[in-house]
């Protein structure tokens, strides 16, 4: 089967002890880059073989080499970088905030970005190296008009032709790299489902109605170029720092936009009351895999067999069930503090989805 897979996964994992405590070591400038990268090296081919051993058919490096899921990636364009700022609308019950990114000139990937990381982890592995990195929309959704240079782009138009090409490169390295599985993480959905986000959005002079539509040109412009034989997955989330949130409300807002983007499968958050109904699966086109984020990764505690083969139930009367996959809602370490649920509870919770795919789809 090509991917997305029946049982499958976001992408982050928990990082182990001794992985945390060199990254905090290298910040302080007590450890060279050389020496991280060896204990990354050594956790990431753990991480691997565990992610066998649950079965998962889908693997990554467990993004071991990040601090932000999205941060690391986008300041590796030239005129992109990252900036502490308040933010209107920010995670729930939590004083320390993620980065804003900024874009302070003209858009320019002069470099290969995560290519040797996706080599190592392909190396390290003989089922399917999936490579995830963040969408377009990262560049525009949090800072909007002001957080992009106007001295570099007057019109917003060829910050997004810019934007695409960089993407293009990056993504025509990876296939050449022999990247087969290729996901856009993209929380611009989900937190444009949320009234308060949306507000938020409009106050600044966003038209929250056109901005999915925008950010789904801009998937499409990036994967234009996209070789053959890459499967390319797009995956929604409403914010997933330290176990809280940002975004809550059902995808109806979004959802024919979202599906307009030109990826294979779509990754939904559908594993709190917060996600809404699966009414608006009714949208999802034929043939596109929807794989459904039922199993929390913000808390420990195991979802049971019987509760997500009723969801699932519950999904197919929009979606066929040949058209649906089972994952986690999001990654179990979006960032490198990981959220809060144990190394027993992350593979548990991995194993369950591969136990119950099986169950429902062989």
């Given at each position: ?19 945390a ?8 400038g ?6 991280l990268?060896?204990?990354?090296d ?102 909007g ?58 106050a ?18 990036a ?7 890459m499967?390319?997955t797009?995956?929604t ?71 997500l ?15 649906l ?15 809060a ?22």
């Amino acid at each position: 089967m090509k991917p997305p897979f029946r049982a499958d996964q976001v992408g982050s994992l928990l990082r182990p002890a001794g992985l945390a405590e060199a990254r905090t070591k290298w910040r302080r400038g007590e450890l060279n880059a050389d020496a991280l990268r060896r204990v990354e090296d050594e956790a990431i081919r753990d991480a691997i073989a565990r992610q066998e051993a649950v079965g998962l058919q889908s693997i990554t490096d467990g993004e071991f080499r990040r601090e932000w899921w999205h941060v690391d990636f986008l300041t590796g364009f030239e005129g992109v970088e990252s900036t502490m700022a308040p933010l209107t609308v920010g995670f729930k019950n939590s004083e320390e905030q993620p980065p804003m990114l900024r874009v302070t000139g003209k858009v320019r990937r002069s470099r290969p970005i995560f290519i040797d990381a996706f080599r190592y982890m392909k190396g390290a592995t003989s089922c399917t190296a999936k490579q995830t990195i963040p969408a377009p929309a990262m560049l525009h959704m949090r800072p909007g008009r002001e957080g992009i240079s106007r001295e570099a782009y007057p019109d917003l138009e060829e910050f997004w032709n810019d934007v695409a090409q960089a993407y293009r490169a990056e993504i025509r390295d990876l296939a050449a790299a022999g990247c087969t599985y290729l996901q856009l993480d993209d929380t611009s959905y989900a937190y444009l489902c949320d009234e308060k986000f949306r507000a938020s959005l409009k106050a600044r002079g966003d038209d929250p109605d056109r901005l999915p539509w925008t950010y789904a040109s801009a998937i499409n412009a990036a994967l234009a170029e996209r070789p053959t034989g890459m499967t390319v997955t797009m995956h929604t989330c409403r914010g997933n720092f330290k176990s809280t949130w940002v975004a809550s409300g059902g995808y109806e807002p979004v959802v024919e936009a979202m599906f307009s983007a030109e990826v294979d499968g779509v990754f939904m958050e559908f594993d709190s009351a917060r996600a809404g109904t699966f009414e608006p699966l009714r949208y999802a086109p034929r043939g596109r895999k929807v794989v459904l984020g039922l199993v929390t990764t913000k808390v420990g505690a195991l979802e049971s067999k019987d509760t997500l083969k009723r969801r699932i139930d519950e999904a197919a009367k929009f979606v066929p069930l040949e058209d649906l996959c089972l994952s986690p809602q999001c990654g179990f370490s979006s960032t490198h503090h990981g959220n809060a649920l144990s190394q027993d509870d992350q593979w548990k919770k991995l194993e369950r989805i591969v136990e119950t795919a099986k169950e429902i789809w062989t």
